[in-house]
């Protein structure tokens, strides 16, 4: 089954490489010069629907037995059955805004649980990079084996986002705001460089020590949450559960510092 999800995967990378091609090429070098939100979405819509249009024509005729769930689908990932779960352009701000963090992904989803995943970043650091796995053959960037770094807690760059709606949600937004506090009292630094899926994925390659995020965002969290486990991070909610697509927070870092950074999220209750 691990040799069938890979080969599966390269076809997946195959489209997802496509598609992100053609949105670069596509993106204006400047800024967007939409002053609303309204705006902003109309422009993005532009590009992002006719790529994810694309996006899904290609995977359904490679694995048509999956269905199809949008980025932006509402509720719980399906217990049963197989779904692709997918976002053409996962950073649709930084996309706009003409930097270089956001990313393609694709995700085979089985039974409530993702066996495969593909974040394709086209733009970062020049060439592009690639991150790929399935669910018990591990992970990879640009065809390569990785695994994340154990850092001393203090020495970190930790990584957080806000998932969609979270305004909606004040106890997740409270502890959002709580964990920073604290993160930033006890790490390095901590950024917010773009898509969600690409700073988890990167967990797993080192090039962050760790992410942690509270409210429910499966859509983006399920393609960088099996890329890092694969990888060897340690991925659970901020409680120390285990991590599911219904869970309503996030923590993926190297096992050594997880404990570390989970001690620090506990704190705040």
Partial sequence: MTDELWSLAEAV????????????AA???????????????ARFAESDGPAAAELRERLTARYPQAGWLSEEFEGSVPNAGEWWVCDATDGAVQYLLGQPHWAVTATLVRDGVAVLAVVHAPELFGAGR?????LGGGAQLDGRPIAPLERDLAATVAA?????????????LRRAGESLSAMAGSVLAVRNLGPTALQVAQVG?????????YGADA???LPGALIASEAGATVTDAAGAAWTAGSDSFLAAAPGLHADALGVLRAIG
């Fill in 160 to 172: 957080t986002s806000q998932p969609p709606g979270i305004a909606d949600d004040p106890v997740a």
């Fill in 219 to 221: 859509g983006n969290l």
């Fill in 13 to 24: 990378e195959a489209a997802v490489r496509e598609v992100g091609g053609k949105l670069a």
């Fill in 130 to 134: 690639t991150y790929r796995a399935v």
């Fill in 205 to 213: 390659s080192g090039h962050l020590a760790l992410f942690w995020e």
């Fill in 27 to 41: 993106r204006p070098a400047e800024p967007t010069p939409a002053r609303t939100l309204d705006e902003a979405a």
